[in-house]
């Protein structure tokens, strides 16, 4: 309806964009967190890589190709023996990343190195170059070049990579085979591969946002319709109590009140005359229609316990409290009741249903002047059907009135109490996917007509 509609409208859209936005702001801040940890563990596995590959290599280059070339001449640094591991070496350089070689002995003396100054010089092995000569697995590091053996490349900038590995020399000696690589240029198809990687991951990612957003966007509207409606649903609680209190307390002030105040008034009287002897035939009918009246007002407080607080209207229980209602009107019209007694409805449309009947029967006797009224339930195709009738005046003319407010939709309540319980009552039909309306009766007279589906959640 056009009420509910503009009710929900500025402030649900305000909801659904604020909603949204967090949405967005937390899908970009988890993407920003994703790819720091995708780029964290991508430079470690490319840091790991760049060392799995010097050590291949270094351990390549140690056992194809300085191992044959390390002989008794070798060792004793024969010229043509060292210009052969010089020149294949010098080969090996110029093709590769390498940026310095060193072939220790075992018992640290440099045998050979591209940088001349250090050959023959002996230096003590550190506990890595240790255990790398005692086996064949190669040990890898970026160093800093602040070793003693390496005064001579400290003019390199930044770290490079440092691998060590022990090999078996033609003459049977163990020696350890050494080199200084350039981790940037070792370390540049892992980092593509890398970068290739963090990018496919990120393309994922933003493509799975852009895909899950259509239905973030209809969940965020969703659960703040649902917020939108739960609310409203708590104003509805909230009026319809407070329209029950005011009603309670205008029915006991002009009825039960009134006609009680009545007989203490009159009681006293009698007692006097009873107790003086004085007691006329009159006064024993008057106590006869103070008896009438006393026992006719507390039929009326069952009958206003039982409207305030009504007995289980689920199962079997539902069609009977439908009867005393219809019964409670029978001093004042003709009402005609049309229900199946088979019928079984859950709490909650059980509820509304009465509710239904209520108002409109209320308002009949109330407001319609009818002398006959037909109330009629029926249930069909999972759908709740209620009508009531009466051959009332029939609907005001004024555009103002409670007809012209249920059969146009208006948000504003009319301040009638009469008309603040149709309001309220077609409210409650709408929050169960509904319709309620007051239309023209035929010939003469009102119907109210409800109609909505049969699984509706207990209030």
């Given at each position: ?230 609310e409203r649903m708590t104003k509805h609680a ?46 024993g009918e008057l106590l006869c229609r103070l ?165 509706v959640p207990g209030f």
């Amino acid at each position: 309806m056009s009420g509910r509609g503009r009710a929900d409208g500025p402030a649900d859209s305000r909801a659904v964009r604020s909603a949204l936005w967090r949405f967005a702001l937390g899908a970009t801040v988890t993407l920003v967190v994703l790819v720091g940890i995708s780029v964290f563990i991508a430079r470690a596995v490319a840091r790991n890589a760049t060392l799995d590959e010097a050590s291949d290599r270094t351990a390549t280059m140690a056992g194809t190709l300085a191992a044959p070339l390390v002989t008794s001449a070798f060792r004793q640094h024969e010229p043509d023996a060292v210009d052969d591991m010089a020149r294949l070496m010098g080969n090996r350089m110029s093709d590769t990343k390498i940026r310095h070689i060193k072939i220790w002995s075992s018992d640290g003396t440099i045998m050979w190195s591209d940088e001349s100054e250090l050959i023959g010089r002996t230096y003590s092995l550190e506990p890595d170059q240790l255990e790398a000569l005692a086996s064949d697995k190669p040990v890898s590091e970026f160093s800093d070049l602040s070793d003693p053996e390496n005064v001579s490349e400290r003019n390199e900038k930044g770290t490079v990579l440092e691998t060590y590995v022990g090999a078996r020399g033609q003459d049977g000696s163990r020696f350890l085979f050494e080199t200084y690589m350039s981790p940037e240029r070792t370390a540049a198809p892992q980092e593509a591969i890398v970068r290739a990687t963090v990018l496919v991951g990120v393309a994922a990612l933003v493509v799975f946002g852009l895909a899950v957003f259509p239905l973030s966007l209809r969940l965020a509207r969703g659960v703040e319709r649902a917020h939108v409606d739960r609310e409203r649903m708590t104003k509805h609680a909230l009026l319809s109590s407070e329209l029950e209190r005011r009603r309670i307390a205008q029915e006991l002030h002009d009825g039960v009140i009134q006609d009680l105040a009545g007989a203490g008034l009159v009681l006293p009287l009698v007692a006097d005359r009873v107790s003086d002897n004085r007691a006329s035939r009159e006064d024993g009918e008057l106590l006869c229609r103070l008896h009438d009246l006393v026992t006719l007002n507390v039929q009326r407080l069952r009958s206003l316990m039982a409207q305030v607080y009504p007995p289980d209207l689920t199962g079997s229980g539902l069609v009977p409290a439908i009867e005393n209602l219809v019964l409670d009107t029978a001093d004042q019209l003709d009402a005609e009741l049309h229900v199946d007694r088979s019928l079984r409805l859950n709490e909650g449309a059980g509820q509304l249903v009465y509710r239904i009947v209520r108002e409109g029967l209320r308002n009949v006797v109330k407001h319609a002047g009818a002398s006959s009224a037909l109330v009629e339930i029926r249930r069909e195709d999972g759908w709740v059907h209620v009508l009531v009738a009466d051959d009332g005046r029939g609907l005001p003319a004024e555009p103002s009135d409670v007809a012209s407010a249920e059969v146009r939709g208006d948000d504003e309540l009319p301040s009638e109490e009469g008309h603040l319980g149709l309001q309220l009552l077609r409210d409650s039909v709408t929050d169960a996917h509904g319709t309620l309306e007051l239309v023209p009766n035929r010939p003469r007279g009102t119907r109210l007509r409800a109609r909505f589906l049969e699984d509706v959640p207990g209030f």
